[in-house]
């Protein structure tokens, strides 16, 4: 077995030190720390489905990967952040009210700071009020991010891009949209400006967009 | 005390060099010692010495028996046994020791015994005088040399002794939030709780808790309610260890379920009078009012009371505990007890001094990560409505998860409609208690295709605005005003009176819930 393989396999049985030691094995090796989240963390959650005959996703189980994936993403996130420190601007970023999950949402959130946002991490669970308060207190955002993981946020999801669009009169704000329930059609149809199937899409996403609205 | 094989070939090897072993680990505990003679029968259950190189004929020996041969047997110069030996394969645990004489291997195997016989003995006089676990464990050190732990179910620590700062070992041993967040692990652990049946020891999850500990389940008619734990910290965990835990583990058995007197908390006199308030319904609640004022939660502060309901299904690893100690610890204010089947948490929050927000920020990823279900009441000052308050947050609970089994956390505000229709038609049905004159607009679009009720609605919806509904249904206004008119004229009223629009609303609301 590979050493991605294996790190894939720690996170499926939530062996969260086992996980953390073969990401530093992989790092001494010389794995690239995007290769190891690419490959090995990000499709290991991916593959966690619900049992397709009761339909019910066993829970502690599901736990336990989130929970190894968080800390190798712990380990992961100071090997991807860009050295030259430059700085893009601040991003905000939430999963949408009624909706816990947060793996994708804390990728996104590295990924943004890798490319050389400041990310303003709201949590999970944030409802459209506390999406616009945030906007709110920090004037100098620049982008928006708001993730879904469950079909039944979706309404939530909408609601969000509408309050922020509505707060947002000068269209100065970049609102994207992603996460497991959302695709392409969907976001446009709420009117976000964005959605992308990946994290680090997202990130060249966002740069782009801050660089063509103040050139240097 | 008995003994096993593997125990004392753990002596054994601290003296003597040892050439060969067979089948270690089968003897079972062992009575004592024997000399071996050539006419005379095996006795099972016993440590056989047999000096000077013999070799018991093949088919002397039982299973439960420990054999210890020397050298004789396995010198190829000796022409009588030496081949022998070696092409003999014993259906027994045996050592064969180089160059020893058989009252040297004696004394060693004498000492074992009788250095294992004193620690027994002071375990028994503990136990009989009434001591702790505590006390066990620590006569027990010149054993194991090594930190030992008592474990609950949900594997908060109940005792431990170490030489070593254990907090210095694992998040475990500090409660916080690293240390909770490891109890889920180990809680949701398929493996941890598969152990629990173990009747044998086992190696803990060390994928998860960063250091290895041997494992000896507490039992009680079979259920288990402790394991204890042997950290390998100082020295490595040896085979004879893994023989001696389980002689330790049944005496801390002894005292743990004679005189345990369950948690202590702190808390305790609040969790009292709150217990009392929710489940005495003749209680005198100025008496109660005026203890918890007492106990420092005044009448002009103001509550909240949140419910969490454990969503696992193995019943006896409910880690109600840490999870009530948790909350108590995060939060200052907070009383939380399990009470049926539930854990109630109260907060008193002039005294948490975090503002509710704040709280339930902090507690999102706790419930997730525990897979608790939670239901917040409303926040209200004094006293007199904590246990209104406690029904609140089980509805929100209720309720919420009924109509969105996908939320994990509810609030009353997002399930007070839908309870308070539930209330209403308790003894009739929605349809009965409709206005009448919608149920003559339903029945008319059924029978001719038209979309009173969709116009109604909307209308409604939009506060009366003309304009703005007929936008909304993409039609002309004066289609919308022609249907309007219909629509006065089958319900025969002109809908004006607050009233009435309010029982037309709500009639809605009936029907949609009967859909
Ligand atoms: C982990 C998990 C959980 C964990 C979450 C733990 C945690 N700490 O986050 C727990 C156990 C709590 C959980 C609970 C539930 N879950 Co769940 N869960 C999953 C699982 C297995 C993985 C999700 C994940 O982390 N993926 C990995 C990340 C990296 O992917 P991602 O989030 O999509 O993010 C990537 C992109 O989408 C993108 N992205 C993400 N956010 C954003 C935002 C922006 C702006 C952009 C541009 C991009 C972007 O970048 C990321 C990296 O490239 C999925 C199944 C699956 N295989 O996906 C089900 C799944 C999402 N869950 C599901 C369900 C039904 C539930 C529950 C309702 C189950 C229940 N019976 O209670 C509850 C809901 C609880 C709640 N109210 O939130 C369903 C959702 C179905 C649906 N479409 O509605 C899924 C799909 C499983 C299934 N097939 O049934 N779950």
């Known amino acids: 077995m590979s050493l991605i393989d294996e790190i894939l396999q720690s996170i499926l049985y939530g062996k969260s030190k086992v996980t953390e030691s073969l990401i530093l094995q992989a790092l001494e090796e010389g794995y690239q720390p995007e290769q190891i989240l690419r490959e090995g963390m990000v499709p290991a959650m991916g593959s966690m489905e619900a049992d397709s005959k009761t339909s019910q996703m066993d829970i502690p189980r599901v736990l336990g990967a989130a929970r190894a994936m968080q800390k190798g993403l712990d380990i992961l996130d100071p090997r991807l952040q860009s050295e030259k420190r430059l700085f893009l601007g601040t991003a905000i970023l939430g999963t949408v009210k009624g909706d816990l999950h947060e793996v994708g949402k804390n990728i996104v959130s590295i990924m943004f700071r890798s490319v050389g946002f400041r990310v303003i991490d709201l949590g999970v669970d944030i409802s459209e009020k506390q999406f616009v308060k945030a906007v709110r207190d920090h004037p100098e955002a620049s982008v928006v991010c708001v993730s879904s993981l469950l079909t039944t946020s979706l309404p939530e999801m909408k609601k969000i891009v509408q309050a922020l669009k509505k707060f947002d009169k000068k269209k100065q704000l970049f609102v994207m949209v992603g996460g497991g329930s959302v695709t392409e059609e969907i976001a446009r149809q709420m009117q976000a400006d964005a959605y992308t199937e990946n994290a680090a899409e997202a990130a060249y996403l966002a740069r782009a967009f801050v660089e063509k609205k103040s050139p240097q | ?515």
């Open chain 2, 1 to 515: 005390m008995k003994l096993t094989d593997r125990i004392l070939l753990h002596h054994l090897q601290d003296h003597f060099v040892i050439l060969d072993t067979q089948n270690t680990g089968k003897s079972g505990y062992l009575e004592g010692i024997l000399f071996y003679e050539e006419d005379q029968e095996a006795c099972p259950g016993w440590v056989y010495i047999c000096g000077n190189g013999r070799v018991p004929p093949p088919g002397w020996e039982t299973e439960s028996m420990f054999l210890v041969l020397t050298e004789g047997i396995m010198d190829p110069e000796d022409p009588g046994s030496a081949d022998d030996g070696k092409k003999r394969a014993f259906r027994c645990s045996a050592v064969v020791i180089r160059k020893a004489r058989e009252a040297a291997i004696l004394r060693i195997l004498m000492q074992t015994f009788r250095f294992y016989e004193m620690w027994g003995e002071s375990l028994d006089k503990i136990q009989l005088g009434f001591g702790s676990a505590e006390e066990m464990l620590k006569r027990s050190v010149e054993i194991f040399s090594n930190p030992m732990v008592i474990f609950r179910n949900d594997m908060t620590v109940r005792t431990f002794v170490s030489r070593v700062d254990l907090s210095s070992v694992s998040p475990l041993f500090e409660p916080g939030r690293e240390q909770m967040e490891m109890l889920n692990a180990l809680m949701q652990n398929e493996e941890f709780r598969r152990n629990r049946q173990n009747q044998t020891p086992y190696w803990g999850p060390d994928y998860i808790t960063g250091f290895r500990a041997l494992h000896c389940n507490i039992q009680k008619m079979g259920d288990t309610s402790y394991s204890l734990a042997l950290l390998e910290i100082e020295r490595p965990v040896t085979e004879a260890d893994k023989d001696l835990l389980p002689v330790l583990c049944s005496y801390v058995e002894n005292v743990i379920y004679g005189n345990d007197r369950g948690l202590n908390r702190q808390n305790e006199n609040l969790q009292k009078t709150l217990t009392n308030i929710l489940s005495d319904r003749t209680l005198d609640y100025m008496e109660a009012s005026r203890e918890l004022t007492e106990l420092g939660w005044q009448r002009d502060h103001a509550y909240v009371c949140l419910v969490f309901r454990l969503t696992y299904l193995d019943q006896n690893s409910l880690p109600v505990n840490s999870i009530c100690n948790y909350m108590d610890e995060q939060f200052s204010g907070c009383c939380s007890f399990s009470f049926r089947e539930e854990i109630v948490n109260f907060i008193d929050l002039t005294l948490c001094q975090e503002d509710l927000d704040r709280i339930e920020t902090r507690l999102k990823p706790f419930i997730r990560d525990s897979y608790l279900k939670a239901g917040y009441s409303r926040v209200v000052t004094g006293h007199l409505n904590l246990r209104r308050q406690y029904v609140q947050a089980g509805l929100s609970l209720d309720v919420g998860s009924r109509k969105n089994p996908y939320l994990w956390i509810h609030h009353f505000d997002a399930v007070a409609i839908p309870y308070i229709l539930e209330q209403i038609t308790r003894k009739l049905p929605g349809q009965m208690l409709s206005h009448e004159g919608l149920l003559r607009l339903r029945d008319h679009d059924r029978e001719n295709g038209t979309q009173y009720m969709e116009t109604l609605k909307t209308y409604l919806d939009h506060q009366e605005n003309a304009v703005q509904s007929a936008k909304t249904l993409f039609i002309h206004r004066s289609t919308f005003l022609y249907r309007m008119e219909k629509i006065r004229e089958i319900m025969d009223s002109d809908l004006e009176d607050p009233d009435e629009l309010l029982y037309i609303n709500l009639s809605f609301r009936l029907l949609e819930q009967e859909e």
